[in-house]
């Protein structure tokens, strides 16, 4: 789902130093804040906002769930927010072990719940709201638009979208995956979204060396009216080495960059090789 | 975090799967007195393709494996240094079969694989013909007995060891549970000749992430090859990947830093490392920076911020203050974007005399400039 105005969030660890400047970031940007999880502050008041033991306290008045959680953690909290009818959990942590990730996201099927993340940096829809680590709030870099912009990592995200406003484009919304192998919301699933969304009109995707997210988003943009254009970081990283997102690596010839462009630019989405090509292939894709 | 064969057997026998008495040498002498009778000596290293490689030998006796220790210890094997042997008793085998269970990160939970032919080229012959492998997409919250098993293996001629062999493949889903495993594999497992249900080779990854909360286990497993300045970088809660150019790189989130080297690649240059101080770790800009820096081969420094969660006026703070103390005399250029990006440009500008680049592009292509003129 792409992130609106509308949607009620709840942040779990609220109280925390990240927790507290970031939430107060999106209430000042006017995302729709409607209360903060810490089971050791439960009852108290926190930004003015109220801090509940558990998500299942405010089951049925919030919409989306904020993981501001440490790694270890993650599951309780996920699981937690999923059987509170949460629609939506981003979920910021990175290094949760990789068996607490299939837990969460076993959890979240059963409760028809998605998960975005792990190990994302949130969720923007510019001029509306946002939820998570994004520089929503500077306008050099985030603009209300059509385009619908889809990355695995925060920073190339950032770069991606200060790129677009620089030309004059603004964004639908940021979609942030994650730089974790295992995901909730994959580049796929998240281009099936932008594809369904009225208000995008076209999508960029960020991808990294490592895994198959971009040769299968490639399939479904193959069928595709909206333009797309993409950028995959890491065509000089040696293979074999984890280039700090525990998924971005090549290993045993899977997960390299000239089969993910390969399958890319043979479904028609060009491949920009400089970050700063996006706004113009966008604007010629598909036309 | 790869574990050696020896590591990996020790922690599956723990855990019910039968393996073949053995023990650890690390010399000759050490191999002769683990030998009796006829024996596998086989090299300790974390790499597969071994036997092709020459590190599994079957020995006759003590003598002989005390040949195969000499030769293999201190040899090279798959780019990895032998360390250890292991001698271990030989089995006599009437069957071999492939079994292991790993995170499918394409499926979102663990799968179970079977294989009633196992052996060195199974990858091969999986992919050649798909009867080859049977596989189980397990759901985690339910798990899988030996109920699950019986049913991977249906239809399967196995003789009357498919108890056994189901038995065997409930145990390794336990295991694989138990011990945070990314994958758990066997290869060959096999039917020996009395009967015997037995794990001829193993292999055991423990998921990074699980770490953290296994701090017992991924003591036992086996080092990472790195060079002493990334395992310098590692101690000091940085990811730093050593390459061979000589642009430095600092910047902050592991997309943005591989798309900054991609950037240095595109307009001619070779970037000197892989180092990113993203996430939690954008404090630490000043020792990030002092490890670029001892690089002997690099000729300028370029810094790419695009700052969310890393502040980049936190990031620049860290830049100066390693700048100021370390005075190298190498050029730096600076693009910065993002969370404090103000006071950032104006630290750079003030305390460096360094004039940010607006277009991270520009700053990319005067740094592999100014790379070029010092190598002339």
Known sequence: M????????LVQGVTGRQGTFWTSEMIKYGAAVVGGVNPRKAGTSHLGLPVFASAREMTGKFDVALMFVPPLSAKTAAIDACEAGAKLV????EHIPTHDVMEMLAGAKANGCRIAGPNTAGLVTPGQTFAGIMPAFNSRIFKAGGIGVISRSGSLGALACLNLTRSGMGQSAFFGVGGDPMIGTTTREALEMFDRDERTSAVVI????????????????????????????????????????????VDGGRGGYASKRRALESAGVPVADLPSELPALISGAGS | ???????????????????PRGRIARSPEEAKAAARGPCAVKAQVPAGRRGKAGGVKLASGPGEATEFAASMLGSEISGCKVE???????????????????????NRCPTVLFSPSGGIDIEEAAASDSEAMRSCQVDIRRGFGPAEAESLLEGLDLGDRKPEIAAALAALYSAYRDLDAELLEINPLAIAAGGEVVALDCKFVLDDSAAARRPELAARASREQATELEIRAAEAGLRLIELDGDVGVLANGAGLTM???DAIAHFGGRPANFLEIGGDSYTKAEPALRIILENPGIKCLLVNFCGAFARTDVMAGGVVAAWKKLRPSIPAFFSVHGTGEEDAIELIRSELGIEPYDLMDDAVVAAVRAAEEARR
């Open chain 2, 1 to 19: 975090m790869n574990f050696e064969e020896w590591a990996s057997k020790a922690l599956i026998a723990e855990r019910g799967i039968v393996v």
């Open chain 2, 259 to 261: 798309a900054t080297m």
């Open chain 1, 2 to 9: 792409i992130l609106l105005g509308s949607h009620r969030i």
């Open chain 1, 90 to 93: 981003i979920c910021l942590a």
């Open chain 2, 84 to 106: 250890k042997v292991l001698v271990e008793e030989r089995v006599d085998v009437a069957r071999e079969l492939y079994a292991a269970v790993l995170s499918d990160r394409g």
């Open chain 1, 206 to 249: 960020c991808g990294e060396i490592g895994g198959s997210a971009e040769e299968e988003a490639a399939e479904y943009a193959q069928g595709m009216r909206k333009p797309v254009a993409a950028f995959i970081a890491g065509r000089s990283s040696p293979p074999g080495k984890k280039m700090g997102h525990a998924g971005a690596i």
